[in-house]
């Protein structure tokens, strides 16, 4: 008893660093309703929901603030004994419960709910739940496109996927807009990427690349001809009117239909941007944030982020620091290799604890057996509101607690190294790959 004491004190000491998250400014949230569907369903438990059977149409019904929050109340709850075993439901089940001291969901408990959250939603609640309830020091967060983040609380990384991902010349125009650099060339296209990474270096702490949502993570060493190949393809798509109406005789007015390459056709053009965007990575000094694993939402193909296709790119480029996300899970054991196997690799458990806490356990254990210490990244809230990120927390420390006292138990580890090693898993490893200066 005295050990798993010692062992959870230690645990719940770290000051967390938080490898990964999609949170919005404060600001945002607080000009939001208090209402608990709307802000609890944007993702993860939405997806379980629809999982369960709950079509898209009633799930965007029940998000909906134009009807009552009673009314939607009671379409969810119809739902929710069929997710509430979930790891997805468990993190709201917690957050609500320490936050709100709302004790469970039945068919009445939309209103205090309500009233609990209007009561807390005012300046300093970020902070308050983030740092004082969590013991999050600092987030890393993923914005998608922008730097702009609360940075008292969290510091960002940056996405430059839409430099890889143009099919039409509608794109090729967007992405020009950002740098106000003309695209017309693919010298042009790469002049923008290093124009914006430039002016963003300073800002960010990382890169984050998520095309594994789109298409495979196998990024081909191609060449530079095979990719202006495909910028020229893209370069000569047209822009055609759609007639819808014509007032006066041959005076068509309408919208205006962009038209592109396939998806497909363009990973020549993929690849080889994503290569120079690794390459701007290890010029700034900057990790690489990868997602590999299971993807959010429904429906999507699993077999595109296998962390294994990874391979040849961390062997390429042995000097960037690669923070390879959500353990690959399901293919966390292929990801633990690949770290045992490379030292620029770092297996990171962001989500995991939420996609299943008793899989988060099993992992971290292997893995403290497999792969050095000083690499192994236990916690990334991937949350979009605050609750989830508290939520997520809770269980993080609970498995931690969990694997060491065990591991001690079994005398695979002493006692005296938990301090060390909960300090690593939770806060230190993700503090040096970062190079915060907290």
């Known amino acids: 008893m005295t050990e798993r004491l010692d062992i959870k004190n230690a645990v719940d000491s770290v000051k967390i660093v938080d490898t990964h998250e999609h949170l919005m400014k404060e600001s945002d949230r607080l000009k939001m309703q208090a209402d608990p569907l709307l802000v609890f369903l944007p993702h993860y438990l939405s997806s379980d929901l629809v999982s369960s059977g ?65 009561k807390r939603l005012r300046p300093g609640f970020h902070k308050w739940v983030l740092k004082t309830k969590s013991g999050i020091e600092i987030s890393i967060n993923d914005s998608l496109f922008t730097t702009d983040v609360d940075r008292d609380l969290q510091v960002p990384v940056m996405r430059f996927d839409n430099y890889a991902l143009p099919l039409s010349r509608d794109d090729l125009s967007e992405l020009s807009a950002r740098t106000r650099i003309p695209i017309h060339s693919m ?20 890169v984050k690349i998520g095309l594994a949502y789109q298409r495979t993570l196998d990024f081909e060493k191609v060449k530079y001809a095979e990719a202006e190949e495909v910028f020229n393809a893209i370069y000569r798509t047209r822009t055609f009117a759609r007639k819808e109406v014509m007032p006066y005789p041959g005076r068509p007015i309408g919208t205006y239909t962009p ?24 010029r700034y000094g900057l990790p ?14 699993l077999t595109n982020s296998n962390p294994t296709l990874l391979t040849d790119l961390v062997r390429h480029y042995k000097r960037v620091k690669f923070d390879v996300f959500h353990a690959g899970y399901p293919y966390f054991r292929e990801l633990a290799v690949l770290a045992k196997n490379f030292p620029n690799v770092y297996p990171d458990l962001c989500w995991v604890h939420i996609v299943s806490p008793a899989a988060a356990r099993a992992i971290l254990s292997e893995w403290l057996d497999l792969i050095p210490s000083n690499k192994i990244l236990a916690f990334g809230g991937d949350y979009r509101f605050v609750e989830g990120v508290y939520g997520h927390a809770v269980l993080a420390r609970g498995n931690v607690v969990s694997v060491l006292e065990e591991k001690v138990s079994r005398r695979e580890i002493d006692l005296k190294q938990v301090p060390y090693l909960a300090s690593r898993l939770l806060r230190e490893n993700a503090r040096d790959l970062y190079s915060l200066n907290i």
């Open 54 to 118: 709950m079509t898209l149409d009633d799930l965007n019904k029940i998000r909906s603030v134009d009807t009552p929050l009673e009314d939607r109340w009671q379409s969810f709850i119809s739902y929710w004994k069929k997710v509430e075993n979930t790891g997805y439901a468990q993190a709201i089940k917690i957050a609500v419960n320490d936050l709100y001291e709302i004790d469970g969901f039945d068919s009445d408990a939309w209103k205090p709910l309500k009233e609990a959250m209007g």
């Open 187 to 206: 010298d042009d296209l790469l002049e923008a990427l290093e124009t914006e990474f430039a002016g963003t270096a300073k800002q960010i702490v990382g």
């Open 259 to 282: 038209q592109g390459i396939a998806f497909d056709q363009a990973k020549p053009l993929q690849d080889y941007v994503v290569h120079r965007i690794i390459q701007l990575a290890e």
């Open 288 to 301: 690489v944030q990868i997602h590999t694993g299971i993807q959010e939402g429904n429906e999507n193909i």
